[in-house]
């Protein structure tokens, strides 16, 4: 049976890199590389996902999809019905490489949602990073992916918060993919549950200096980069990823794992500098890695009234 389609709306979400090197769990960056989707109100009990892109094979095409799960929530959340969905999905966020692909998922999902409920319900930017918050755990991701640029998340009182900056315009992403994977989980089980306190302040130094870097001394970074809380301690689980990071550290880049890895980013002090970091990735390992020239997404996250077919954004 054919099932009439309601609203139908496009929404699109930027790749994120969360940690930024000492700001674990705290720091994020939107890039423009994205995720791109048309989602359409069904009859209640009606799912339909289309999939392409990066990770398609593995995606649920059922309830368990993390966008069906996230759309639900927020339904469930406002004290609405489910209604059915069909999700047509272009994926450009790499999976299971440190660019916040779960986090996307999740923005999109809320975004999706946003748009249906439109003239029902209002969701504002305080509820949207409540809602993807409590569906990923944690909103170093979500905040970039729903709001764009360099942002600060923390759990106050009332919840997940976050503050968005502007990144100076010297700021020039590098993102460097190799064709393996890393579990967020897995990564994250290799963290110590204590470090020491001069390891602790060595990074509430360099997280500060982070700031004044990217948003106005991008000649800084490389500083203020350094890490001692959790890229070491990850290291064994992907030694490549290790190896082209100390490589270009050594060489004058500032470079991190991206998220939990196994993704580099580098955060080079001009647009002019990316090559030189590629050219020296393709001798520094045996791994072959994907550069991505990127830029800094300063939009975040956007939904709207479809006006076609699905289309990726530039």
Same mark, same amino acid.
């Given at each position: 049976?054919?099932?009439?389609?309601? !609203?139908?709306?496009?929404?699109?979400?930027?790749?994120?890199?969360?940690?930024?090197?000492?700001?674990?769990?705290?720091?994020?960056?939107?890039?423009?590389?994205?995720?791109?989707?048309?989602?359409?109100?069904?009859?209640?009990?009606?799912?339909?996902?289309?999939?392409?892109?990066? =990770?398609?094979?593995?995606?649920?095409?059922?309830?368990?999809?993390?966008?069906?799960?996230?759309?639900?929530?927020?339904?469930? &959340?406002?004290?609405?019905?489910?209604?059915?969905?069909?999700?047509?999905?272009?994926?450009?966020?790499?999976?299971?490489?440190?660019?916040?692909?779960? =986090?996307?998922?999740?923005?999109?999902?809320?975004?999706?949602?946003?748009?249906?409920?439109?003239?029902?319900?209002?969701?504002?930017?305080?509820?949207?990073?409540?809602?993807?918050?409590?569906?990923?755990?944690?909103?170093?991701?979500?905040?970039?992916?729903?709001?764009?640029?360099?942002?600060?998340?923390?759990?106050?009182?009332?919840?997940?918060?976050?503050?968005?900056?502007?990144? $100076? !315009?010297?700021?020039?992403?590098?993102?460097l993919v190799p064709?393996?994977?890393?579990?967020?989980?897995?990564?994250?089980?290799?963290?110590?549950? $204590?470090?020491?306190?001069?390891?602790?302040?060595?990074?509430?130094?360099?997280?500060?200096?982070?700031?004044?870097?990217?948003?106005q001394s991008p000649?800084?970074?490389?500083?203020?980069?350094? &890490?001692?809380?959790?890229?070491?301690?990850?290291?064994?689980?992907?030694?490549?990823?290790?190896?082209?990071?100390?490589?270009?550290?050594?060489?004058?880049?500032?470079?991190?794992?991206?998220?939990?890895?196994?993704?580099?980013?580098?955060?080079?002090?001009?647009?002019?500098?990316?090559?030189?970091?590629?050219?020296?990735?393709?001798?520094?390992?045996?791994?072959?890695?994907?550069?991505?020239?990127?830029?800094?997404?300063?939009?975040?996250g956007t939904v709207?009234?479809?006006? =076609? =077919?699905?289309?990726?954004?530039?």
């Open positions: 049976m054919t099932v009439a389609a309601g !609203r139908t709306v496009e929404v699109t979400v930027p790749a994120t890199s969360a940690n930024l090197g000492p700001g674990f769990d705290t720091l994020g960056l939107a890039l423009s590389v994205y995720d791109t989707l048309l989602v359409t109100e069904l009859a209640a009990g009606e799912l339909e996902i289309e999939v392409t892109g990066s =990770g398609a094979q593995e995606i649920p095409r059922d309830a368990s999809n993390l966008i069906v799960r996230t759309v639900a929530h927020v339904y469930a &959340d406002v004290d609405r019905p489910f209604p059915g969905l069909r999700i047509q999905a272009e994926n450009g966020v790499p999976h299971g490489r440190g660019l916040g692909s779960s =986090g996307a998922a999740v923005a999109a999902g809320i975004l999706a949602a946003k748009g249906l409920l439109e003239g029902d319900v209002e969701i504002d930017d305080a509820d949207m990073l409540r809602l993807a918050t409590e569906i990923e755990g944690h909103p170093d991701n979500v905040a970039p992916a729903l709001f764009g640029g360099l942002t600060i998340a923390w759990m106050g009182e009332h919840g997940a918060r976050h503050k968005k900056l502007l990144v $100076h !315009r010297g700021v020039s992403p590098l993102v064709s393996y994977t890393m579990s967020t989980s897995a990564a994250r089980s290799l963290q110590p549950p $204590h470090v020491s306190t001069a390891d602790a302040v060595f990074n509430l130094s360099r997280s500060a200096l982070l700031i004044a870097a990217l948003t000649e800084l970074l490389l500083d203020a980069t350094a &890490d001692r809380l959790h890229q070491d301690y990850r290291a064994e689980a992907m030694p490549e990823t290790q190896r082209l990071v100390q490589a270009l550290r050594s060489a004058g880049f500032a470079a991190v794992v991206s998220g939990a890895g196994p993704s580099v980013l580098v955060l080079a002090d001009g647009p002019g500098r990316r090559q030189d970091a590629v050219e020296l990735a393709e001798s520094t390992t045996d791994t072959p890695w994907d550069a991505l020239l990127l830029a800094v997404d300063v939009r975040g709207g009234e479809s006006s =076609g =077919g699905l289309h990726a954004t530039a």
